[in-house]
């Protein structure tokens, strides 16, 4: 298989990577055949997955421009993926140039491709860097190097926590991160959830499956569940909802149109 230039040396490219996989999605060009035919598995059980993501990125835009609304400068997104187009930086910096993104991701497709498009940006960076470890995230030289945690901070923590297994203690990993942040720090999360897919239980299990198969656990977790997430933190209006009703740009926006798009949740939580 060939490899092209973005993809380093030392990943496999045989096997199928959910970055990947979310690029193909999204309409990126950074996916390999075995990442296609993976989400297109996945897309056969739950077709409406790409209006999914699209409903995620325009959340996902949306809450970082109320967090520079609300004054904040400094951005820390956590399992921040291949950048497509309208990114945290791209969005936080058009709104306020001053603005400072640290980008975190474990796979190395990610970062590399971070890498390249972040060159010459002396406000944004990328290191490489598990959530399931945080301590070792705040302590990474791009990371420290470029974000006060005295001051508040928006904390991303978008589509990644439903890839983190409960036997790997994803509340306990967010618990330090919330620990570690300065009042007025915002989380701006989202995660997939049963609840909402225009799909019986039983059918939208088949993608969950082909994630289990590439060895990527897909973890459905219930609005009580990812509420907790929060802990501590207060809500912002209106709370923890379905993507396309947290804010919306207008009242009837594109993605308020496809019943996919109300699948999973989303919200942004600010500490006291
Ligand atoms: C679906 S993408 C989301 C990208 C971006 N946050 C967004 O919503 O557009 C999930 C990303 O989380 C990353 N990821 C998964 N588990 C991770 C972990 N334990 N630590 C760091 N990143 C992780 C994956 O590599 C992938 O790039």
């Not at 298989?1 to 970055?19: F, K």
């Not at 999204?26 to 999914?52: C, Q, T, W, Y």
């Not at 967090?67 to 497509?84: E, K, N, R």
């Not at 309208?86 to 991701?105: I, K, L, T």
């Amino acid at each position: 298989m060939e490899r092209p230039a973005w993809a380093p040396q030392g990943i496999d490219i045989s096997v199928p990577s959910v970055s990947r996989m979310y690029d193909f999605y999204l309409g990126g060009s950074h996916n390999f055949e075995v990442d296609r035919e993976a989400a297109r598995k996945a897309m056969e059980f739950l077709p409406g997955l790409p209006k999914i993501m699209q409903a995620n990125r325009a959340f996902m835009r949306r809450a970082v421009r109320y967090a520079v609304d609300s004054g904040i400068d400094q951005f820390l997104d956590i399992g921040s993926g291949i950048p497509t187009f309208g990114n945290v930086h791209e969005v936080a910096q058009a709104a306020d140039p001053g603005a400072r993104v640290a980008y975190v991701d474990h796979d190395p497709v990610a970062v590399a491709h971070s890498q390249a498009v972040l060159e010459g940006n002396d406000r944004a960076v990328i290191a490489s860097a598990d959530l399931r470890r945080p301590k070792e995230i705040l302590a990474t030289p791009e990371v420290a190097g470029l974000l006060d945690l005295e001051r508040p901070v928006a904390l991303l923590l978008v589509a990644v926590l439903h890839f983190i297994e409960d036997a790997d203690e994803p509340y306990a990993a967010v618990a330090e991160l919330r620990e570690a942040l300065a009042p007025g720090s915002l989380i701006v999360l989202t995660h997939a959830s049963y609840e909402g897919i225009p799909l019986p239980e039983e059918e939208a299990a088949g993608t969950v499956g082909v994630y289990k198969n590439i060895r990527n656990p897909l973890i459905m977790r219930s609005h009580e569940e990812i509420g907790r997430f929060f802990e501590g933190y207060e809500m912002v209006e209106p709370g923890l909802v379905s993507m396309p009703e947290w804010r919306p740009d207008t009242p009837q926006s594109p993605e308020h149109e496809d019943p996919y798009a109300f699948s999973g949740f989303g919200g942004v939580g600010r500490k006291a």
